[in-house]
């Protein structure tokens, strides 16, 4: 796929390789933050666009990739949510495509609802291998430059990888030198999700959901139930008096539950 602008919703293409390896001294200063960091969360969301998203899990009518981006609607709604109960609370979310190789779509930055929005619709059609460690690698380097302590990495896969780094080497990489500063989260998708069970040996965590109900409902447990929430909950919690509700936008008017954050 070819490489598109950094900014402004667009994408662009890394072309650095990270199998190349790095000396020590390096890859530490790779875990510096390159701005001054502050309360609020950044999150990096990163999306199979290999070329098995082009099937369909069992039970759905549509392609996998359709569904997965249909369900990146679950994030927008809950940022949106968020972001009016916790308006001085800094949220930036970036958006990364995978396949042979890696591609940012928005860098992460401060929440867009816009930004995104153009991004997840302009996506093109799925193609190529599964770079999922070169996506986690790429991914990481922008969480540094975002200015907040608390960092996620959002995967969301229907395969193994097959081209560059492997997932589990680059997840112990990251939770060793940000001594886990980096916060990683999969989404098996149509997928075994023990494939991935490494995660759970670097306090990461790792859902399966194996058609687009499930997708959604997975993809809603992790970001907003667990991401937003442990934002606020995990030692940088705002003053109680600064709590307010933030609504489950992904129910039915009559059934909504709302949390209190």
């Not at 900014?7 to 530490?28: F, I, K, L, N, W």
């Not at 670097?202 to 992790?222: F, P």
């Amino acid at each position: 796929m070819a490489g598109l602008a950094s900014q402004g919703g667009c994408g662009r293409e890394d072309d650095a390789d990270p199998a190349v390896d790095t000396p020590a001294a390096e890859a530490d200063d790779q875990y510096k933050p390159e701005v001054d960091e502050g309360l609020g969360a950044s999150v990096a969301i990163l999306v199979d666009n290999s070329g098995s998203m082009e099937d369909r899990a069992k039970g759905d009518a549509k392609r996998k990739f359709v569904v997965a981006r249909e369900a990146l609607a679950t994030v927008l709604a809950a940022t949106d949510s968020f972001v009016a109960a916790q308006p001085d609370f800094p949220i930036n979310v970036g958006l990364y495509t995978f396949s042979s190789r890696v591609q940012t779509r928005v860098p992460v930055q401060r929440y867009n609802r816009e930004t995104l929005r153009s991004a997840i619709e302009s996506l093109p059609e799925p193609d190529g291998g599964t770079a999922i460690g070169d996506a986690m690698a790429a991914a990481r380097a922008d969480l540094y430059r975002a200015g907040t302590f608390r960092k996620y990495i959002l995967v969301v896969t229907d395969g193994e990888n097959t081209n560059g780094r492997s997932p589990e080497s680059v997840a112990r990489e990251i939770a060793r030198r940000s001594e886990g500063a980096v916060r990683m989260y999969f989404i098996a998708f149509d997928i075994d999700a023990g494939h991935f069970d490494f995660l759970r040996e670097v306090r990461g965590e790792v859902m399966g959901a194996g058609n687009g109900l499930a997708l959604k409902a997975s993809l809603d447990t992790i970001y907003r139930g667990k991401i937003l929430a442990e934002a606020l909950d995990a030692g940088e919690t705002l003053p109680d008096s600064t709590r307010r509700v933030i609504p489950d936008t992904t129910r039915s008017p009559a059934s909504s539950k709302e949390r209190l954050q």
